[in-house]
Nanobody
Framework: QVQLAESGGGLVQPGGSLRLSCAAS????????MAWYRQAPGKQREFVAR???????NYADSVKGRFTISRDNVKNTVSLQMNSLKPEDTAVYYC?????????WGQGTQVTVSS
Protein backbone atom coordinates (compact mmCIF):
# COMPACT_ATOMS: atom_id res chain seq x y z
CA GLN A 1 0.00 0.00 0.00
CA VAL A 2 1.04 3.57 -0.72
CA GLN A 3 -0.29 6.60 1.10
CA LEU A 4 -0.26 10.07 -0.44
CA ALA A 5 -0.51 13.38 1.37
CA GLU A 6 -1.00 16.60 -0.59
CA SER A 7 -0.39 20.12 0.64
CA GLY A 8 -0.09 23.65 -0.70
CA GLY A 9 -3.54 24.48 -2.01
CA GLY A 10 -5.30 27.74 -1.29
CA LEU A 11 -6.77 30.93 -2.69
CA VAL A 12 -4.77 32.99 -5.16
CA GLN A 13 -5.53 35.88 -7.47
CA PRO A 14 -5.45 35.47 -11.25
CA GLY A 15 -1.88 35.68 -12.47
CA GLY A 16 -0.54 34.43 -9.17
CA SER A 17 1.39 31.30 -8.26
CA LEU A 18 1.00 28.31 -6.00
CA ARG A 19 3.13 25.27 -5.32
CA LEU A 20 1.53 21.92 -4.53
CA SER A 21 3.41 19.10 -2.89
CA CYS A 22 2.65 15.43 -2.40
CA ALA A 23 4.51 13.02 -0.18
CA ALA A 24 4.29 9.29 -0.78
CA SER A 25 4.87 6.72 1.95
CA UNK A 26 4.53 2.99 2.31
CA UNK A 27 5.71 0.23 -0.01
CA UNK A 28 7.22 2.22 -2.87
CA UNK A 29 9.06 0.59 -5.74
CA UNK A 30 11.84 2.28 -7.65
CA UNK A 31 10.00 2.31 -10.96
CA UNK A 32 6.88 4.42 -10.63
CA UNK A 33 5.07 7.41 -12.04
CA MET A 34 3.64 10.32 -10.11
CA ALA A 35 1.07 12.69 -11.49
CA TRP A 36 -1.37 15.46 -10.75
CA TYR A 37 -4.99 15.46 -11.80
CA ARG A 38 -7.71 17.97 -11.07
CA GLN A 39 -11.47 18.05 -10.86
CA ALA A 40 -13.51 21.20 -11.17
CA PRO A 41 -17.10 21.39 -9.89
CA GLY A 42 -19.45 19.56 -12.22
CA LYS A 43 -16.63 18.23 -14.38
CA GLN A 44 -14.74 14.99 -14.70
CA ARG A 45 -11.30 14.54 -13.22
CA GLU A 46 -8.66 15.49 -15.79
CA PHE A 47 -4.97 14.92 -16.26
CA VAL A 48 -2.65 17.84 -15.47
CA ALA A 49 0.96 16.58 -15.45
CA ARG A 50 2.96 13.38 -15.01
CA UNK A 51 6.57 12.55 -14.24
CA UNK A 52 8.30 9.18 -14.28
CA UNK A 53 10.92 8.01 -11.81
CA UNK A 54 13.48 8.74 -14.53
CA UNK A 55 12.29 12.34 -14.77
CA UNK A 56 10.37 12.19 -18.03
CA UNK A 57 7.40 14.54 -17.81
CA ASN A 58 4.39 15.50 -19.86
CA TYR A 59 1.61 18.03 -19.46
CA ALA A 60 -1.93 18.75 -20.46
CA ASP A 61 -2.07 21.36 -23.21
CA SER A 62 -4.04 23.68 -20.95
CA VAL A 63 -1.13 24.02 -18.48
CA LYS A 64 1.93 23.80 -20.74
CA GLY A 65 4.30 26.68 -20.17
CA ARG A 66 2.61 27.62 -16.88
CA PHE A 67 2.95 24.54 -14.67
CA THR A 68 6.09 22.58 -13.86
CA ILE A 69 6.15 19.13 -12.27
CA SER A 70 9.19 17.89 -10.38
CA ARG A 71 10.05 15.07 -8.02
CA ASP A 72 12.53 14.00 -5.40
CA ASN A 73 13.10 10.25 -5.59
CA VAL A 74 14.92 10.15 -2.27
CA LYS A 75 12.10 11.83 -0.36
CA ASN A 76 9.37 10.28 -2.55
CA THR A 77 7.76 13.62 -3.17
CA VAL A 78 6.29 15.29 -6.22
CA SER A 79 5.60 18.98 -6.62
CA LEU A 80 3.61 21.09 -9.02
CA GLN A 81 4.67 24.69 -9.47
CA MET A 82 1.74 26.61 -10.90
CA ASN A 83 2.35 30.05 -12.37
CA SER A 84 0.12 32.50 -14.25
CA LEU A 85 -2.92 30.93 -12.67
CA LYS A 86 -6.30 31.47 -14.28
CA PRO A 87 -9.82 31.20 -12.85
CA GLU A 88 -10.30 28.07 -14.95
CA ASP A 89 -7.52 26.40 -12.98
CA THR A 90 -9.84 26.34 -9.98
CA ALA A 91 -10.31 22.72 -8.93
CA VAL A 92 -9.46 20.08 -6.40
CA TYR A 93 -6.00 18.82 -7.28
CA TYR A 94 -5.22 15.16 -6.70
CA CYS A 95 -1.85 13.47 -6.47
CA UNK A 96 -1.55 10.07 -8.14
CA UNK A 97 1.10 7.39 -7.70
CA UNK A 98 1.27 4.45 -10.10
CA UNK A 99 3.46 1.38 -9.74
CA UNK A 100 3.18 -2.23 -10.84
CA UNK A 101 -0.25 -1.69 -12.41
CA UNK A 102 -1.68 -0.23 -9.19
CA UNK A 103 -2.84 3.35 -8.87
CA UNK A 104 -3.08 5.28 -5.62
CA TRP A 105 -4.77 8.61 -5.04
CA GLY A 106 -4.39 11.32 -2.47
CA GLN A 107 -7.33 13.05 -0.79
CA GLY A 108 -6.97 16.20 -2.86
CA THR A 109 -6.23 19.83 -2.14
CA GLN A 110 -8.39 22.79 -3.17
CA VAL A 111 -6.99 25.46 -5.47
CA THR A 112 -9.14 28.53 -6.01
CA VAL A 113 -8.14 31.26 -8.43
CA SER A 114 -10.27 34.32 -7.90
CA SER A 115 -10.03 38.06 -7.43
Amino acid sequence: QVQLAESGGGLVQPGGSLRLSCAASGRIFGSNTMAWYRQAPGKQREFVARISSRGTSNYADSVKGRFTISRDNVKNTVSLQMNSLKPEDTAVYYCQHAQRDTIYWGQGTQVTVSS
